[in-house]
């Protein structure tokens, strides 16, 4: 399997990424897929083509979901609304910053980096990388803070 220009993959431990390039290292010929991530700050990523490609040690890493360090995922769509999680889409969904506000802190418990991320571009707000607890607690100042301001805007 060699991937291609903008195909999706998924890394073993849950990320999408999408495929920018092929290309060969200057000095060894070695091929490398040049990719980027589809989540956080969308860092861009280099990783020889047979590391790319390979499958897991299962042993190494007895969790993984997946045959392949990256496997190809057929429909971005899809696959995002599959793993989308439901009270994410709610907050999503949410028309009021007193919904957001409620659906958050059900979510404290259990929300994610990446969760937070989405959030944080839903809400057209930046959220620095930091420990996932300070990030929450950053979200939500900006949703109190944006609930008060456009409360006093009626």
Do not use: W
Request: charged share 30%.
């Amino acid at each position: 399997m060699i991937p291609e220009i903008n195909e999706i993959y998924r890394h073993f431990k849950g990320e999408l990424y999408r495929v920018l390039h092929l290309a060969q290292h200057s000095e060894s010929g070695e091929e490398m897929v040049v990719y980027r991530a589809l989540y956080g700050d969308c860092r861009i990523y280099v990783r020889p083509l047979d590391s790319f490609t390979e499958i897991l040690d299962k042993e190494k890493y007895p969790g993984a979901g997946q045959a392949h360090r990256f496997e190809r995922v057929q429909e971005l769509g899809e696959e995002v609304e599959e793993t989308l999680d439901p009270a994410l889409a709610e907050f999503l969904d949410a028309q009021t910053c007193r919904e957001r506000i409620n659906i958050l802190n059900g979510l404290h418990h259990r929300i994610t980096d990446a969760m937070i991320t989405t959030m944080a571009v839903a809400l057209d707000v930046e959220i620095p990388e930091s420990e996932t607890e300070k990030r929450f607690q950053e979200l939500m100042t900006c949703l109190v803070m944006k609930e008060r301001y456009e409360g006093s805007r009626g």
